[in-house]
């Protein structure tokens, strides 16, 4: 059976999210997550796919970026996942698939890129790993971290229809569970 094809729409900010195959850790320390930015930042560049939100988990990753051309997420996430698994697995001494299949992804309609951008910078604290998103170094939403390199608050409140104290106050508000399942479901099936 093909598989469908993804859905792109240039200009318009689009959720991304990848896992290590059969849900194993693809980053194992801080170095590893340091390659992988270098990587991401560097493909990110050439291939035009803006990022404006990001965050590192254990198993997982998840972008918010934003294509200038219809093959900007295919070409940057191909050649970045590439890289990494190249690195990753001579670091491991492994061979083989790192990432679980194709990267899911899904356009943010008016409406859900605030959200999706907060479901993605509060993942850490989502799943228990931190208390407060300033403890993990690895998200966006932490402005003391090595991601401001890649991401700047200017890229980010180019589409965000909230001013920064606005968007201070929303950050801070708890999530309703039918948003984040939205979100869940929107991204595995592409679309919202």
């Not at 999210?17 to 050439?46: A, C, H, I, M, P």
């Not at 309609?109 to 993605?120: P, S």
Request: with cysteine; proline share 3%.
């Amino acid at each position: 059976m093909p598989r469908i094809a993804r859905k792109v729409e240039i200009g318009l900010p689009h959720h991304i999210t990848q896992r290590g195959n059969n849900r194993q850790d693809v980053f194992v320390d801080d170095k590893d997550r340091v390659n992988y930015l270098y990587w991401l930042e560097r493909y990110s560049k050439e291939y035009s796919a803006r990022i404006i939100s990001c965050c590192l988990m254990s198993n997982h990753i998840h972008l918010i970026a934003v294509p200038e051309h219809h093959d900007s997420f295919s070409k940057t996430l191909s050649c970045t996942h590439y890289r990494y698994t190249q690195y990753f697995n001579r670091k491991m001494g492994l061979s083989g698939h790192l990432w679980q299949g194709r990267f899911y992804s899904c356009p943010l309609k008016q409406g859900y890129l605030e959200t999706a951008i907060k479901y993605v910078e509060l993942n850490p604290v989502s799943a228990g790993l931190v208390d407060n998103v300033n403890s993990w170094r690895w998200t966006s939403g932490n402005q003391e971290t090595i991601l401001t390199k890649l991401i700047t608050l200017e890229d980010k409140f180019k589409y965000i229809a909230l001013s920064k104290e606005q968007w201070k106050k929303y950050f801070t508000e708890h999530f309703k569970d039918e948003e984040v399942e939205t979100i869940r479901k929107s991204t595995i099936r592409g679309r919202f």
